[in-house]
């Protein structure tokens, strides 16, 4: 069991993988498996299982990975043994050299059998990712055109990791009732 991991996986879609790797994927995932998981939720899950009660993980994940129907066990699994910590979604595509896909980092602690659920620093970048993660290191709750900084609070999480800042949420759930 590890202390801390650091780890940045190969995206690979499902429409790209070999048949062997999907079939590793498969075995991996095992009940977690759903549709069309990205080989990167493998690595997520291997570090999640290879990580001490109040380790940390950081990760640079597929910004979908917030989102879709093929990472919903994972995030439930994350949500229910442990804290997310920060978490950013950048929609710029030019942070890595080929620019396939948007990212998102996430920064968790794995604590079995307590949650302490602390609100979870989030930052939405549109643009200049640097400048907001300067911001972000610094703890600044800000907020500028290119980007918003802000707390959310994790238990409040559905299915989706929808990174709304307060204001919105508080706005969707009004309209709700």
């Known amino acids: 069991k590890l202390d801390i991991i650091w780890m940045n996986p190969p995206f690979k879609g499902i429409q790209t993988q070999t048949t062997e790797e999907k079939s590793y994927l498969s075995t991996i995932l095992g009940p977690l498996k759903t549709k069309r998981p990205d080989l990167s939720l493998g690595f997520l899950k291997i570090a999640f299982e290879k990580l001490k009660n109040e380790g940390f993980l950081g990760m640079v994940l597929p910004a979908s990975f917030l989102d879709n ?51 979870t620093k989030t930052l939405y970048c549109k643009t200049s990712a640097d400048k907001a993660l300067r911001d972000t290191l610094i703890a600044r709750n800000d907020t500028k055109p290119e980007w918003e900084l802000f707390k959310s609070d994790s238990t409040k999480w559905g299915e989706e990791w929808k990174l709304l800042p307060v204001k919105i949420n508080y706005i969707l759930n009004k309209l709700k009732c």
């Open 69 to 119: 129907a093929s990472s919903k066990p994972l995030r439930k699994e994350l949500i229910n043994n442990g804290d997310v910590m920060t978490i950013c979604k950048f929609d710029e595509y030019s942070l890595f050299q080929r620019g396939e896909t948007r990212i998102a980092l996430l920064v968790y602690r794995k604590k079995l059998n307590q949650h302490s659920f602390s609100h």
